[in-house]
């Protein structure tokens, strides 16, 4: 694919996002006021989270391998600012530029994307939030009409004109690696708690 026809893909992937975005009802629970922080979220939110954050002063990791571009282009033209690698390509570059970044932006960062394997927390998350020394905030979703794709993840995306509803968790503070242990455990009860108050929520409906 050349450089123009990823161009025009990626600004007509943009606009059928926002399309669909602009259908959406959003239900939004303790988004915090003061940032940056690190935002951390399963790989299979990454949709809903995009959606409801487009246009904030946010900055996110793009795979740097070609694939990766065909993502960067949309999520740029949504208003993100986009950092290019992985921890298997170009990670420490990443890391640098995230580390500026997040004087200014926030992160946001799937601890167990983009391979898995599923409920995996890699250690990013806590190394860039104790480098940047910003707070780790988890984000859950859920809605009542979507599709769920045969992924590695259980990839989801909102069909038109659902209802999503967004939790965040309250600042999950690190300031030194021996932190590290008790902040996952914070960040894993924060997604299991708002997992369950989504079931309990749809049982009731």
Known sequence: MGKLTKVVYGKIAALLLRMIRSTLRFEVTNQPIEEPVVYGFWHRDLMYCTLQRAGDKVAVIVSASKDGELIAIP???LGYT????SSS?????ALKTLLRLSKTHSIAITPDGPKGPVGTIHPGIYQLALLAKIP???VACDANREWVFKSWDRFRFPKP???VRI?????IYLTKKEDIPLAEKAFRKF???AAESFRAKSLSH
Not at 82 to 85: D, K, Q, S
Not at 167 to 171: A, K, L, R, V
């Open 191 to 193: 997604l299991s708690d």
């Open 136 to 138: 780790i905030v988890g």
């Open 167 to 171: 939790i965040y968790s309250d600042p």
């Open 89 to 93: 390509r170009q990670g420490a570059q």
């Open 161 to 163: 004109f659902a209802k």
């Open 82 to 85: 986009v950092a290019r690698g």
């Open 75 to 77: 999520i740029t033209e």
